[in-house]
């Protein structure tokens, strides 16, 4: 559904937005729950396992996937006017509606992530879980934690994808109607995770093994994201009109252009610092100097990542076929 406020004045009514913060968090969250979801499963399937092992990332990230799920659907809970709507979404199953997929995705992922933390938890950990049967349910899973990491491979790409189809789906916003949208959501999503899985992380090995990966996204970022403006410049008038807040560097599209201005100095200076970190000759030991350029490129690629989804839903709002 469309609304069309119209005021004589301006300040009045400048707009209607109907997604604010909390939905835009939830994207972030969201996608960020999902990379990590990825990058936690390609560590143990990486080399038979042999990357996860002593390292603490191998249990810690899985923990977080849920964690960070969770916060991010209650942040979209609040968003929900009439809370009861929750109940009865879980009613039906629409095959033709993007969102009642996802919905259920992302019914399907927590459980599936939660099984996944339980089965890397070494011995020596199991005394977090209080329960008996909690302990004995980690147990038994460990035998399938391959199985359980292609699960979580699967339904973390299905959800970074999701967190783009959401918002491409809503045809009356210019903005976002684009089919690129999903492919940037999913490598931002990516991208996000390999940067928490390297501040996570304490093997010098594993780290640098993120970097090199987060390196290959963060520079198919930089790709697709002008390639993304440029499919909206040469579509329709709607779609041209809709990229204009953040080039337009007025008083009015501040946050917005200056949203494309801090993406533009962000993920370049990270993958400068990444680039840096894997040509340097480390010891056996990361130098109190290099955690802290690693942390620090991970920090910017998680601050792109935030960003990104903040101007896209405000500015999504903006955009509309007149």
Not at 69 to 85: A, E, P, Q, T, V
Not at 296 to 322: D, M, N, P, W
């Amino acid at each position: 559904m469309e609304i069309t406020v119209t005021g004589a004045n301006a300040l009045a009514f400048p707009n209607l937005l109907v997604w604010d913060w909390r939905v835009a968090l939830y994207l972030f969250l969201g996608g960020l729950s999902a990379g990590l979801a990825v990058m936690a499963s390609v560590l143990h399937l990486r080399k038979g396992g042999a990357l996860a092992q002593g390292e603490t990332a191998r249990y810690m990230a899985p923990i977080y996937v849920p964690i960070i799920l969770g916060i991010g659907m209650f942040f979209i809970f609040l968003d929900l006017s009439n809370k009861l709507n929750v109940y009865w979404f879980y009613l039906t199953v629409q095959p033709l509606s993007p969102m009642s997929w996802g919905s259920w995705g992302l019914l399907v992922f927590f459980p599936v992530s939660g099984l996944f933390a339980l089965a890397t938890l070494p011995d020596e950990k199991l005394h977090w879980l209080r329960l008996p049967v909690l302990q004995n349910l980690a147990r038994t899973l460990r035998p399938y934690l391959r199985y359980l990491c292609f699960a979580n491979l699967g339904m973390g790409i299905f959800i970074g994808i999701y967190t783009g189809v959401l918002l491409s789906s809503l045809i009356a916003r210019p903005l976002w109607n684009s089919s690129i949208l999903p492919v940037l959501f999913l490598i931002s999503a990516l991208s996000a995770g390999a940067a928490l899985m390297i501040m996570i992380s304490k093997r010098k090995e594993v780290k640098l093994f993120f970097t090199q990966i987060d390196i290959l996204l963060i520079a198919a970022e930089m790709t697709v994201l002008p390639l993304y403006f440029y499919g909206q410049y040469t579509s329709s008038e709607a779609h041209r009109a809709s990229i204009m807040p953040f080039f337009a560097f007025t008083n009015e599209y501040l946050w917005y252009s200056s949203a494309i201005i801090l993406i533009g100095v962000i993920f370049p200076f990270a993958m400068v610092l990444k680039l840096l970190e894997v040509r340097e000759g480390h010891g056996h030991e990361l130098t109190r100097e290099a955690l802290f350029k690693m942390n620090l490129s991970a920090v910017l690629v998680l601050a792109g990542s935030l960003i990104i989804r903040f101007a896209f839903v405000y500015a999504g709002q903006l955009s509309q076929f007149s």
